[in-house]
């Protein structure tokens, strides 16, 4: 069991795969994110978001780069019922950031992120107005996340460039 271990980290060390966060905090990558402050984002989803990303990057400091984001939220109405009321409902949560480095203006990345949820419609209109409030907070999380993992996949990918 022992050799099989020691065989196992023997080959992952020849394939290439470097951890995103070596180095822990005081790495690249942890050192980048920090670096990053968000601008504002209109709305209650951009507030959603906003809060969910300062989070994740845990800014400090004299920022090196500006996340400027705009979000499109859209609710769509999927199943219907006999009475021709909607029976589903799906909340799409789409995501156009672009990372500004602020010492020359410059666009260092330019990306989308995209999330979706359903929510089931029912008889309560509180019950599903609460639903789509919930979906929107999970979504908002999904967003966040993706966004600080492609702005830690560039500060690697800066980090390793020669």
């Known amino acids: 069991m022992r050799r099989l271990a020691l065989l196992a980290l023997m080959t992952l060390s020849g394939c290439g795969l470097k951890p995103l966060y070596s180095g822990g905090s005081s790495g690249v990558v942890a050192a980048t994110l920090a670096d990053v402050t968000v601008a504002p984002i209109p709305g209650r989803a951009g507030w959603l978001t906003g809060n969910a990303l300062r989070d994740r990057l845990r800014a400090s400091g004299t920022p090196r780069y500006r996340l400027d984001v705009r979000l499109d939220d859209q609710i769509t109405g999927l199943g219907t019922r006999r009475d021709d009321s909607?029976?589903?409902?799906?909340?799409?949560?789409?995501?156009?950031?672009?990372?500004?480095?602020?010492?020359?203006?410059?666009?260092?990345?330019?990306?989308?992120?995209?999330?979706?949820?359903?929510?089931?419609?029912?008889?309560?209109?509180?019950?599903?107005?609460?639903?789509?409030?919930?979906?929107?907070?999970?979504?908002?999380?999904?967003?966040?996340?993706?966004?600080?993992?492609?702005?830690?996949?560039?500060?690697?990918?800066?980090?390793?460039?020669?």
């Open 86 to 162: 909607v029976s589903r409902e799906r909340r799409t949560l789409r995501a156009r950031y672009q990372l500004v480095d602020l010492s020359n203006g410059s666009v260092v990345l330019d990306q989308s992120a995209r999330s979706d949820a359903g929510i089931d419609v029912v008889q309560s209109e509180y019950a599903t107005i609460a639903a789509e409030n919930t979906a929107l907070e999970r979504l908002s999380g999904i967003i966040a996340d993706q966004i600080v993992t492609r702005v830690a996949l560039y500060a690697q990918r800066r980090a390793s460039a020669p």
